[in-house]
């Protein structure tokens, strides 16, 4: 298995730029989310979906949008990029709300690194 | 003041040495605790998972809770240079809720 796949895994944009990272997963979970990491920040959520369209904010979502029309993909839309954005950025999945503890441990893709200029 | 505090090191040890990192955190709330482990350039994987207070171990490593400090611990035995990571801890208040994550802390094991 694939597991969760990030596209693309580095880009440079001019700010006011626009653009779409990509994510999709072939393990059928029902959540996913995106994260942004900074140095001395921690992972901070931006949006999550717990299903095909459900889409909720998180943290940090000015500047950011989502939508989830299948299970599998969730891309994360930059609508005009500022530097602030920079970052490194990681998809996340997890199975569904289940009885079982281990179900609602997340997934990570290997992540895509922004840089707004 | 963050929900959850982690110093970020880095910590550098020897090989053979044991790890000692550990978390804080301020809600009360929290009942699930995980560790990440994280390598350079590379997204964070599950390392441990521990579901209110206690001790787990897993081969190497053992995580401990402390609910009435609120204080959490991962233990690494027996480091190796693979050990070299940032580890981030992670909790979350119900087995639906968001995670909130530390800030990590980079460990460097020595040769």
């Known amino acids: 298995n694939a597991g969760v796949t990030q596209t693309p895994k580095f880009q440079v944009l001019k700010t006011g730029q626009s653009m779409t990272l990509q994510c999709a997963q072939d393990m059928n979970h029902e959540y996913m989310s995106w994260y942004r990491q900074d140095p001395g920040m921690g992972l901070r959520l931006i949006h999550y979906?717990?299903?095909?369209?459900?889409?909720d904010q998180g943290e940090v979502p000015n500047g950011y949008n989502v939508s989830r029309s299948t299970t599998e993909d969730f891309p994360l839309r930059l609508l005009s990029a500022a530097p602030s954005q920079t970052s490194v950025y990681f998809c996340a999945s997890s199975p569904g709300q289940a009885v079982l503890p281990g179900a609602n441990v997340l997934t990570f893709g290997a992540g895509s690194r922004l840089t707004v200029l | 003041q963050k929900e959850v505090e982690q110093d970020p090191g880095p910590l550098s040890v020897p090989e053979g040495a044991i790890v000692s990192l550990n978390c804080t955190y301020s809600n009360s709330a929290f009942q699930y605790f995980m560790w990440y482990r994280q390598y350079s350039r590379k997204g964070p994987e599950l390392l441990m998972y521990?579901?209110?207070?206690g001790n787990k171990e897993d081969g190497r490593f053992t995580a401990q809770v402390d609910k009435s400090s609120k204080y959490i611990s991962l233990f690494i035995r027996d480091s190796q240079p693979s050990d070299s990571a940032t580890y981030l801890c992670a909790m979350r208040r119900d087995s639906w809720g968001k995670l909130q994550f530390g800030a990590g802390t980079q460990v460097v094991v020595t040769p």
């Open positions: 521990t579901y209110s207070s």
């Open positions: 979906s717990v299903g095909a369209g459900i889409t």
